[in-house]
């Protein structure tokens, strides 16, 4: 079955900087790659997806770039914000729509 | 439109007992999911069911169990409560993707389960 490793678990950087969390997958047959945003005590909530036909999508600060030869994605966050501290998800999923596998999940502080 | 709705929000269970967590979405998904959320282990899959009536097993199955019934509802039952089992459960549902068209998964706000 899928497996999704995440990386840091644990990052913090300085309002203003960048911030990058990795992931890798292991099922060759896994073509969508969302990543969830989930703040203290809420549910999680999609900031921004992929598709394994597209290699990069951006939306304002946020970006992630897929490399499907190496099986791994990335999410990118520019001029961080404090709002922006938070746990955030990578997920892999297969064709159809069946059984969403999620990354450990990376703890984001943001420091003002 | 209330999205995804479980019950209840709060529960302690004492080792042994059973209960059931109930999950209802209004949006007419065919995908229904059970998460858990423990510290350090992200969103482990527990059950998911693509349609009334279909139910399957995710990555960590065992002590629980799942019907569907009608497209709307999906409660998790756990059989004999295990302090293992103190967790954050996230009910989940989304439309069904085919071919590259993923799907957003939307999940319900959590039920904060503990077993003592």
């Known amino acids: 079955g899928e497996n999704v490793e995440q990386h840091p678990s644990t990052l913090s950087v300085q309002e203003g900087d960048s911030a990058v969390i990795k992931c890798t997958y292991s099922?060759?047959?896994?073509?969508?790659f969302p990543w969830y945003k989930q703040e203290l005590g809420k549910r999680p909530q999609l900031i921004i997806d992929i598709r394994s036909n597209v290699g990069e999508k951006k939306d304002q600060r946020i970006a992630v770039t897929l490399n499907k030869t190496a099986k791994h994605f990335s999410l990118h966050i520019t001029e961080t914000q404090p709002e922006d501290s938070a746990v955030y998800f990578c997920?892999?999923?297969?064709?159809?729509?069946?059984?969403?596998?999620f990354g450990a999940g990376t703890r984001l502080f943001v420091k003002a | 439109n209330a999205g995804v709705t479980q019950t209840p929000k709060f529960q302690v269970l004492k080792t042994g007992q059973s209960m059931t967590l109930q999950c209802a979405q209004d949006?007419?998904?065919?995908?229904m999911s059970w998460y858990r959320q423990d510290p350090g282990m992200g969103l482990r899959l527990i059950h998911y069911?693509?349609?009334?009536?279909?139910?399957d097993q995710g990555e960590v199955p065992n002590g629980y169990n799942v019907s569907r019934s009608t497209t709307e509802d999906f409660p998790l039952r756990l059989l004999s409560a295990a302090p293992s089992q103190t967790s954050v459960y996230f009910c989940?549902?989304?439309?069904?993707?085919?071919?590259?068209?993923?799907?957003?998964?939307?999940f319900g706000e959590g039920s904060w389960l503990t077993v003592v």
């Open positions: 989940a549902s989304s439309r069904m993707g085919t071919g590259v068209s993923g799907n957003t998964i939307y």
């Open positions: 099922d060759s047959a896994s073509n969508y």
């Open positions: 069911s693509v349609g009334a009536g279909i139910t």
């Open positions: 997920a892999a999923n297969n064709t159809g729509g069946f059984k969403t596998i």
């Open positions: 949006m007419n998904h065919e995908y």
